[in-house]
């Protein structure tokens, strides 16, 4: 699609549990799933050499909440339940969820607690160009491609709705499973245009390419602006709600532009939010999704961050 170079990923892959645990998790019970999830989890903290009791003391919680709820996809809300039991079903639910995706090979996560933590040198997993458009797009490039960075980044591990949703400003807003990660939809040059609208082609070299994305001017901070084309291609299929492609900083989950049944959601909210199911959660949960309408990509978070 596109004529790029390939991608020099970093072959660091030993922390990433997505990588180890991608065998397990079509063979075994959601509960054993979960449970040999937060195995493998404590086997990375271990290997990080940090987060070792937060780990710990998460796979306890996850004990004692399947004790009590057969089965963990399904949480119980019976009255019964204590309001501690209920977050530990949530954050187990969740910690199985951020496991499960499917994170590029340089793309290390650690939950350390109540925290999510990315982190990758910024490439994506797909190809990128050696040229593109500057900022200003009047003849500037952005030359020698797309460079790396420390992207190192955060985020809760269950999210909380905020009382009203916070505007996003210039700089990243969420973190994709290509390594890369999402800005909204507005270019930084002061001017109110949305990128994806505003896209040009000067010589053949696009300002935004076929995945949509580009890097800053600075060659850093490769990030898209709508949707990630070639993470979508890659992980939807035709007629069912899209897989989930990262997380905004709220720590609620993006998605691709499907809903169940394939088409565009009808009912997202002004951040691109909606309620409904998805298919890791397998229940009803807020979640966002990337529009070839709409605005593109959320302009407001909806959850604390
Ligand atoms: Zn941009
Ligand atoms: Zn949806």
Redesign the pocket.
């Known amino acids: 699609m596109l004529e790029g170079r390939a991608v020099g990923r970093l072959s660091q892959t030993s922390h990433s549990f997505a990588f180890h645990t991608a065998g397990m998790l079509h063979t075994r019970s959601s509960r054993t799933r979960l449970l040999a999830g937060l195995t493998v989890l404590a086997i990375v903290a271990n290997a990080c050499g940090d987060g070792e009791t937060t780990v710990a003391s998460i796979e306890s919680d996850t004990a004692t909440s399947n004790t009590a709820t057969p089965d963990t996809a399904t949480p119980d809300t019976s009255a019964s339940e204590t309001a501690a039991e209920q977050t530990g079903d949530e954050a187990s639910v969740r910690t199985a969820v951020v496991q499960s995706a499917q994170w590029a090979d340089n793309v290390t996560i650690t939950i350390d607690g109540t925290t999510v933590r990315f982190e990758s040198d910024g490439l994506p997993s797909h190809d990128y160009l050696d040229v593109y458009l500057g900022d200003g797009r009047d003849g500037k490039f952005v030359a020698g491609g797309v460079d790396s960075y420390n992207a190192s980044f955060s985020f809760p591990l269950v999210p909380t709705m905020a009382a009203s949703p916070s505007e996003t400003g210039n700089g990243a807003i969420g973190v994709a499973i290509s390594g890369a990660v999402f800005f909204d939809p507005y270019e930084g040059d002061g001017s109110a245009t949305i990128a994806n609208d505003d896209n040009e082609t000067i010589e053949g070299i696009p300002f935004i390419d076929a995945c949509g994305g580009h890097p800053l001017p600075n060659g850093r901070s490769y990030h898209y602006h709508g949707i990630p084309f070639c993470i979508t291609d890659s992980v939807d299929a035709a007629g069912e ?2 897989v989930l492609i990262g997380y905004l900083f709220d720590g609620y989950p993006i ?1 691709g532009p ?3 049944g394939g088409d565009e ?1 009808s009912d997202l909210d002004a951040c691109l939010g ?1 309620t ?3 298919p890791e959660f397998g229940e009803d949960t807020y ?1 966002y ?1 990337v529009s070839a309408n709409a605005n593109y990509i959320s302009e407001c978070l909806s959850g604390i961050s």
Request: negative net charge.
């Open positions: 709600h899209s998605y499907q809903d169940t959601p909606h409904g199911p998805t979640h999704h």
